[in-house]
């Protein structure tokens, strides 16, 4: 088959894209290696930053973000004894909101059936062709089995860290850059309404802890726990009483309500990017060119920003074979990429526990910082908030 732009991968960043050109008669086929379920029941990101409400609005995704999504103005920064709130709103005048991915997914997911969009699920044996030439090409095996081609002037991954996107970029221009994090988080989604009103960040002794939440009814936390941590060690007790202790449960009368856990999974956390974000025809969003730790908020916010400028460059590109804003478009993500990693990674160092004392004292002593600094507390609520897109 033949179509304008070839996308592979069907998640948040693929299905924005594909609606985004489709905005500006830009036609596309999207390839996903996975079933339409197993995407739309993915446990990801929760929190949308202003740049990414901004331009879900502005492409008609935004009524039931809008209706269903809560707005935040800002967090809770703790350590024991102490809790502060920063107000993003008051610092910069941006906000936050929670709205988990998987509502992102199903608001796209509709628009794109609505219209009309190809979209190939549970596909096989994906892989890139000629993709220094006008004509690039994704093969793979569709659901039913039958050798699929799909011929296209421009290819793009949105296939994420393990699709072959990726490693489509020759050896000889790829650089890598990497760092593997010494612990990783025990999530968690429990049936009980949210303890805070806001998400809470709190660094303790025993490790980082955080306070989210996805609905009225449903929290989202976490506990910093070693690399290789078993689940069959931590019993729903357990859990608990760690997150009531490094939250602290009976500080100045706050309480941590527990409640049924739904779900729990032990995620590992790195940060990683790879450039160039294009090769000839091939270009990358999201987590296919870049991974960040969750302690920021910044994996699915990037992956919009990406977007956001890749859509219009391909646009002039494919449309009107204007190839200026497509040129720019590595360089010009990797800005805001190369920013969102330094502040994923400035927050977890901070909140994180290393068992140096030493490091220990440092951290307190930026939290104090930025908790009762305006100049501290405006970096982080500018970051968290989220930069413009194209920064």
């Not at 000889?172 to 760092?179: A, H, L, M, P, V």
């Not at 303790?204 to 690399?227: C, I, K, W």
């Amino acid at each position: 088959m033949r179509t304008q732009v070839a996308i592979i991968g069907a998640g948040p960043a693929g299905m924005l894209l594909s609606h985004l050109l489709a905005a500006e008669g830009v036609e596309s086929v999207v390839v996903e290696t996975r079933t339409e379920d197993y995407v739309a029941s993915r446990i990801r990101a929760g929190i949308l930053e202003q740049s990414s409400v901004d331009l879900l609005h502005a492409a008609g995704l935004g009524e039931r973000l809008a209706r269903e999504g809560d707005q935040h103005r800002g967090i809770h920064l703790q350590w024991p004894e102490e809790r502060h709130h920063l107000d993003f709103v008051d610092l910069t005048g941006r906000s936050v909101w929670v709205y988990g991915q998987t509502e992102v997914q199903k608001d796209l997911v509709a628009a794109r059936t609505a219209g009309g969009q190809e979209v190939h699920y549970g596909v096989s044996g994906t892989a890139l062709h000629d993709l220094e030439s006008d004509s690039p090409s994704v093969t793979f095996t569709s659901a039913d089995g039958a050798p699929t081609r799909v011929t296209a002037s421009v290819v793009v991954g949105c296939d994420g860290s393990f699709g072959p996107s990726r490693a489509s970029v020759p050896d000889t221009i790829r650089q890598t850059w990497e760092k593997v994090y010494p612990y990783s988080w025990l999530g968690i989604l429990a049936d009980v309404a949210p303890s805070t009103d806001e998400l809470i960040y709190a660094w303790h002794p025993d490790g980082f802890a955080m306070h989210s939440m996805r609905s009225e009814t449903v929290s989202r936390l976490y506990l910093q726990v070693p690399n290789g941590t078993d689940l069959d060690d931590w019993s729903d007790d357990r859990i608990w009483s760690s997150l009531a202790t490094r939250l602290g449960h009976g500080q100045d009368g706050w309480t941590l309500t527990p409640g049924p856990i739904t779900e729990r999974s032990v995620l590992p956390m790195r940060s990683f990017v790879q450039t160039p974000m294009r090769h000839g025809r091939m270009f990358l969003a999201g987590d296919a060119a870049h991974i960040v730790p969750p302690t920021g908020a910044k994996g699915l916010n990037l992956a919009v920003a990406d977007v956001g400028l890749l859509a219009p460059a391909l646009v002039d590109l494919v449309r009107n074979d204007d190839s200026r804003l497509a040129d720019a478009y590595s360089d010009t993500a990797l800005r805001r990429v190369w920013r969102c990693t330094h502040f994923s990674w400035w927050m977890t160092t901070m909140l994180h526990t290393s068992g140096d004392e030493f490091d220990q004292q440092l951290q307190l002593s930026q939290l104090r910082w930025v908790a009762t600094s305006e100049a501290g507390a405006t970096g982080l609520a500018e970051n968290y908030a989220g930069l413009p897109i194209g920064f």
